[in-house]
């Protein structure tokens, strides 16, 4: 049951998703087709969604500002708004997560930023959220990872707004790193 809940409190985002994806300018409507496009895009989530839930979904979605429908004969013009285009941002930044994998291939990922005191907010709000994906602290601003994670970095420069000030490195440390292979419980495979 709480499964089901879940899934059902996750499909407007998904809609939000799927919708920027089809219409890739957040200005243009979608034609009919397109719509069922929409519906059909849910994939095995459309189990928990008929169509009537799906318009139902498509109501509240306008009702919080996220989409704007109007109607012109019997079809219906759905485009994404910029809460809606902020608010899906917002939301696929909550689900950033660094993979990780069976075996790891011995290169460090480091990311060094030097944020300038005008852009404060920005720069606590990138630490915080590089050190809640498990990245570690090496020196002030220097954070260090074991695997990749460059699309993930990019993301968070570009929602933050700092990518002149960030850095990133991916390489082999030919100096003692068992403090930090400790902090990942990792052995040395090299």
Request: glycine content about 4%.
């Amino acid at each position: 049951m709480q499964k089901t809940k879940n899934v059902k409190k996750s499909i407007p985002n998904i809609l939000l998703s799927k919708l920027a994806d089809l219409v890739k300018n957040y200005t243009r409507s979608l034609e009919y087709i397109e719509q069922e496009r929409l519906y059909y895009a849910l994939g095995p989530l459309r189990h928990f969604v008929s169509t009537n839930h799906f318009n139902q979904y498509l109501r509240r979605m306008e009702k919080r500002g996220w989409v704007e429908r109007r109607k012109s004969g019997p079809e219906v013009e759905i485009r994404m708004t910029a809460h809606g285009v902020s608010h899906l941002r917002e939301s696929r930044m909550q689900e950033l997560v660094l993979k990780t994998m069976k075996k790891w291939d011995g290169k460090w990922r480091l990311v060094i930023f030097d944020i300038p005191e005008e852009r404060k907010l920005n720069r606590k709000s990138f630490r915080y959220h590089i050190k809640s994906l498990g990245f570690k602290q090496v020196q002030k601003s220097v954070w260090a990872y074991p695997y990749p994670c460059i699309r993930e970095i990019s993301i968070l420069c570009s929602r933050y707004q700092v990518e002149p000030y960030i850095v990133y490195f991916e390489g082999v440390y030919f100096g003692n790193d068992r403090l930090l292979r400790s902090a990942f419980n990792l052995t040395k495979n090299r």
